[in-house]
């Protein structure tokens, strides 16, 4: 089983602030790497698929990077809106995500 | 517009059994993978299982041989019957539609919560 390592566990910036979000694989999973977002009492979105692929409808200020074992989710610019608790997740043989990381609001 | 509403939670004691179902519209069911994810009480996702587009099914080690995933394309619903439950099942157990098989998931339902208690 892919276990996925999310760094760190709670990010605490300001709007407008960049955030960075890792996450870790522990074998390669090419670029079958995908991220989520979800908020307090609402289901998890969708947000990068193969790593760095946008889904539907998702800002141009969400973007993903990396291949292998080491991903990267990035918001350039924070929005209120992007205060939320964000997954990364993988499939070989079965789906696995992350922990997790929350990004608060300083 | 695609939209996913699982129902069939509730409260169920220890060793008890309960069936989830999720009703899915707005696309054919039988041409995505589908999936349950449940989340426990303040904890992250973990995934449960996937029916695959050729039927072929998946579990988490957690609940193999407990849990049985099944798909009725005709009333394009997905089921999820639990038996022997514990109290490590409580959590809100939610629907996922796969983009394409083998795909992440780009739909999810509300959530079901689901709470194993004496």
């Known amino acids: 089983e892919i276990v996925l390592t999310q760094s760190p566990a709670t990010l605490s910036l300001s709007p407008g602030e960049r955030a960075t979000l890792s996450c870790r694989a522990s074998?390669?999973?090419?670029?079958?790497l995908a991220w989520y977002q979800q908020k307090p009492g609402q289901a998890p979105r969708l947000l990068i698929y193969?790593?760095?692929n946008r889904a539907t409808g998702i800002p141009a200020r969400f973007s993903g990077s990396g291949s292998g074992t080491d991903f990267t989710l990035t918001i350039s610019s924070l929005e209120p809106e992007d205060f939320a608790v964000y997954y990364c997740?993988?499939?070989?043989?079965?789906?696995?995500f992350g922990q997790g990381t929350k990004v608060e609001m300083k | 517009e695609v939209q996913l509403v699982e129902s069939g939670g509730g409260l169920v004691q220890p060793g008890g059994s309960l069936t989830l179902s999720c009703a899915a519209t707005?696309?054919?069911?039988?041409?995505?993978?589908m999936n349950w994810v449940r989340q426990a009480p303040g904890k992250g996702l973990e995934w449960v299982s996937s029916?695959?587009?050729?039927?072929?099914?998946?579990?988490a080690d957690s609940v193999k041989g407990r849990f049985i995933i099944s798909r009725d394309n005709t009333k394009s619903t997905l089921s999820l019957q639990m038996n022997s439950l514990r109290a490590e099942d409580t959590a809100t157990y939610y629907c996922?539609?796969?983009f394409g098989h083998g795909r992440p998931f780009d739909s999810w339902g509300q959530g079901t919560l689901v709470t194993v208690s004496s």
């Open positions: 997740q993988q499939r070989s043989t079965w789906w696995t």
């Open positions: 074998q390669s999973v090419t670029t079958y």
């Open positions: 193969d790593a760095n």
């Open positions: 707005g696309f054919t069911l039988s041409d995505y993978g």
């Open positions: 029916f695959g587009g050729s039927g072929t099914t998946y579990y």
């Open positions: 996922a539609k796969e």
